[in-house]
Every structure is written in structure tokens, then in C-alpha cells.
T-cell receptor, first 118, second 119 residues
Framework: GAVVSQHPSRVICKSGTSVKIECRSLDFQATTMFWYRQFPKKSLMLMATSNEGSKATYEQGVEKDKFLINHASLTLSTLTVTSAHPEDSSFYIC??????????????FGEGSWLTVV | AQTVTQSQPEMSVQEAETVTLSCTYDTSESDYYLFWYKQPPSRQMILVIRQEAYKQQNATENRFSVNFQKAAKSFSLKISDSQLGDAAMYFCAYRSSMNYGGSQGNLIFGKGTKLSVKP
């Protein structure tokens, strides 16, 4: 089946620095990728939709300048947490929508990234 | 706006027994997709099963099957012959078949049901 890879799986950064998380679709081209945040024992909260070649669409309440999303190619989207603060510590998950076909319209998830800001 | 409700925060099942997880949703659309995802302690989201709303036949994947009741907007997951490896959080999710602006039909999740399997 379709595979989505996310890197790094765990990252610790100092408060005030920036950290980048990558999301790659390994065996299909994804024009659309999604970035979620999951708080402990909670469901996934959509942060933004990443569209290849255009600006990301952010959900209400998500700071665009803090969570920079770049979808530079059909297989890569990146999420950069700028000027990170301890409250940004969380589990971030990306997903990508498979193109039409047997897996069409199915969304596959990356392994997730644990971000800890100290 | 669409919503997904999972009314069972936690469920428990004996190994080899059958368990059903409930999910209801609200939508005004007629065409959409429904999914069950499993999230084990590793946090990896794993697709368990999917259902297209236009299909009347309930989806089945090995030990996993759904009871899709479109009129009632219900989409329950049945796990047969439960195994220890089935223990995880299970999320029901909805996706529109239409694209709205830039969202491109993202998944809308329920709050999840934590399934425990007793040996």
C-alpha cells in the first residue's frame, strides 16, 4: 500500500529556535498533504492543508507565521515550527491523499513526530 | 459542518471474542467516505477499513467489518476473533467527496475509542 514517511520521529529543541519536520510520500505523488497536531489522549486536530505549488490553507486559530508549511514538490511537504515555545511541544502527524486508483481517496499517515521544546 | 461522534471512550474485549465500536456522524452530503483508523501506542495511524457512502454493501477486511447504516448515519466497526495486537485507539473518520476551497476534503475525526484486549 501507499507509504508516507515522516522525519524526524523525535526532536528536542531549545525554546526560541526553529525546527523542521518533513513529510514524504514514497510511492505516489501527493498534490495535497495534511498536517495534524495531536495532544495527549486527544484526537487529531487539523492544522493546515498543504497544496503543491501554492500556499497552504490554515485552519482557524493556527498561526501561519508560526507554523510554516512548504509543499515544494509532489512528494514532499515540510512543517517548520518557528520560534518554538514549550507549549508547542506535541505530536505532529502528516498525511497524504493517494491519487485515483485502488487506493484512491484514501489518506495515508506518516509515523508522526514528537516535538519537545525545552 | 460535518461532525463525527464516538460515544465509547473505552471498550474492553476478551481475546478471541467479538467487539463492536460505535460511530455516528452528521452531514448533509450524500456522497462521502468513512474510515476507521487504528492508532497503537507507537502512534502510527493505520487504516483499518474504508467505506464509500454510495456503496450499500458493508466493507470487510479479514476480521474487521463495518455496519454502515446511511439513513441512520451510523458506521460501527466489528472486530471478530479479537487479538492482543488489536489493542489500540480507534478513530472513526469522515471525508467529503467534494473539495471545499483549499481543504481538499480533509478527514474529520471522532474523539476515539480506546480498546483493551484481555488475554
Amino acid at each position: 500500500g501507499a507509504v508516507v514517511s515522516q522525519h524526524p520521529s523525535r526532536v528536542i529543541c531549545k525554546s526560541g529556535t526553529s525546527v523542521k519536520i518533513e513529510c514524504r510520500s514514497l510511492d505516489f505523488q501527493a498534490t495535497t498533504m495534511f498536517w495534524y497536531r495531536q495532544f495527549p489522549k486527544k484526537s487529531l486536530m487539523l492544522m493546515a492543508t498543504s497544496n503543491e505549488g501554492s500556499k497552504a490553507t490554515y485552519e482557524q486559530g493556527v498561526e501561519k507565521d508560526k507554523f510554516l508549511i512548504n509543499h515544494a514538490s509532489l512528494t514532499l511537504s515540510t512543517l517548520t515550527v518557528t520560534s518554538a515555545h514549550p507549549e508547542d511541544s506535541s505530536f505532529y502527524i502528516c498525511s497524504a491523499r493517494a491519487p485515483r486508483g485502488p487506493s484512491g481517496n484514501t489518506i495515508y499517515f506518516g509515523e508522526g513526530s514528537w516535538l519537545t521544546v525545552v | 459542518a460535518q461532525t463525527v461522534t464516538q460515544s465509547q471512550p473505552e471498550m474492553s474485549v476478551q481475546e478471541a471474542e467479538t467487539v463492536t465500536l460505535s460511530c455516528t456522524y452528521d452531514t448533509s452530503e450524500s456522497d462521502y467516505y468513512l474510515f476507521w483508523y487504528k492508532q497503537p501506542p507507537s502512534r502510527q495511524m493505520i487504516l483499518v477499513i474504508r467505506q464509500e457512502a454510495y456503496k450499500q454493501q458493508n466493507a470487510t477486511e479479514n476480521r474487521f467489518s463495518v455496519n454502515f447504516q446511511k439513513a441512520a448515519k451510523s458506521f460501527s466497526l466489528k472486530i471478530s476473533d479479537s487479538q492482543l495486537g488489536d489493542a489500540a485507539m480507534y478513530f472513526c473518520a469522515y471525508r467529503s467527496s467534494m473539495n471545499y476551497g483549499g481543504s481538499q476534503g480533509n478527514l474529520i475525526f471522532g474523539k476515539g475509542t480506546k480498546l483493551s484486549v484481555k488475554p
